[in-house]
């Protein structure tokens, strides 16, 4: 192990938008999305006001970056 992690990316459709909070009231707070084996898991990092004012339409397919797989597989 080098120390590093490796990040990997993956496509997830989005079901669903969850509210914005604080300064984010109004705007899109996480993303709900799904990957194809099932697994369902919110994107709520990442995005800049103008993304949060007009996310991802439901039913549209996302690309996203993670470092790795939690126990539970998502």
Do not use: W, Y
Request: net charge positive; with cysteine; proline share 5%.
């Amino acid at each position: 192990n080098d120390g590093f992690f490796r990040c990997v990316f993956a496509e997830a459709l989005v079901i669903g938008h969850k509210p914005g909070k604080g300064n984010c009231t109004g705007m899109l707070g996480a993303l709900e999305c799904e990957l194809p084996n099932g697994k369902r898991f919110d994107v709520g990092s990442g995005f800049n006001m103008d993304q949060r004012r007009k996310p991802p339409k439901i039913g549209s397919v996302i690309t996203f970056k993670f470092q790795e797989l939690s126990n539970a597989g998502h």
